[in-house]
C-alpha cells in the first residue's frame, strides 16, 4: 500500500486484514467495499428492513474493532460472516429485551407512496421467509444463507463446513424441505 503502483483491490483479503492493522485507511475502505453487499444481503435476510442499515453499520464498526484480533485461523469472510450474525442476534435480543420492557409498539404510518402495495407485499413475504427461516435448525439457517445470500457455490460451502458436497448438497436439500414446510405453514 506503499507503493503508488499498488491498488488496494487487487491484494487478497488476507493482504488488506495486514495493511488495516497497520492503520493504512484505504485498506479498511477496500474490506468495506468488498464485503458491503454480502454483509448487508444477510443482515437484510434477518432483520427487519428499517433496521438493515443501523445493524449493518455496527457490523461494519465491529470489524474496525476487532480487526486486530483476526489471527488467521479461518477465512477472513467466515470470520465476517460471524461477526454479522452476531450482530444480528444482538438485534433480535435487544428487540425481545425492549419488547419486555414496554407494551407500546411505535407503528409507523406509511405516506402516500405509489408502490405502497407492492411494498407491503414484499415486506409481506420477506416476513414470512424471516419468521420460518427463523425456526429452522442453525445448521439448515446458515447453508441457506450462504448458498441464497451469500450466493456461495456447494464446492465453497463443502469446503468451508469441512463437509463433502454430498453430504452438503444433502443437507440444502434438506433445509429447503424444511423452509418450505414452515412456509406452508405460516401461510396457513
Known amino acids: ?20 492493522k497497520m492503520g493504512k485507511q484505504d485498506a479498511f475502505a477496500t474490506i468495506y ?13 434477518k432483520v427487519p428492513e428499517t433496521d438493515v442499515e443501523d445493524v449493518t453499520q455496527e457490523v461494519f464498526i465491529a470489524i474496525l474493532k476487532s480487526l486486530h ?6 477465512k477472513f469472510s467466515t470470520w465476517i460472516r460471524t461477526i454479522t450474525n452476531r450482530k444480528i442476534v444482538d438485534y433480535h435480543r435487544a428487540r425481545v ?3 419486555t420492557d414496554s407494551n407500546d409498539y411505535d407503528h409507523t404510518e406509511f405516506g402516500e407512496q405509489p408502490d405502497r402495495d407492492e411494498f407491503l407485499e414484499r415486506q409481506d413475504d420477506l416476513s414470512i421467509i ?3 427461516l427463523s425456526e ?10 450462504m448458498r441464497f445470500v451469500d450466493e456461495m457455490p456447494f464446492n465453497e460451502i463443502a469446503r468451508q463446513n469441512g463437509q463433502s458436497i454430498d453430504a452438503t448438497k444433502s443437507l440444502f436439500r ?10 406452508q405453514e405460516e401461510n396457513e
Not at 1 to 20: C, I, K, Q, S, Y
Not at 34 to 45: G, K, M, N, Q, T
Not at 174 to 183: P, T, V
Open 1 to 20: 500500500m506503499n507503493r503508488p503502483d499498488l491498488n488496494p483491490g487487487d491484494l487478497t483479503d488476507e493482504e488488506l486484514v495486514h495493511f488495516a
Open 33 to 45: 467495499e468488498r464485503f458491503l453487499p454480502a454483509v448487508y444481503a444477510r443482515v437484510r435476510f
Open 69 to 74: 484480533g483476526f489471527r488467521g485461523q479461518s
Open 97 to 99: 429485551v425492549a419488547a
Open 130 to 132: 424471516q419468521s420460518a
Open 136 to 145: 429452522l435448525p442453525q445448521n439448515y439457517q446458515d447453508i441457506l444463507l
Open 174 to 183: 434438506r433445509s429447503i424441505a424444511a423452509l418450505s414446510e414452515k412456509m
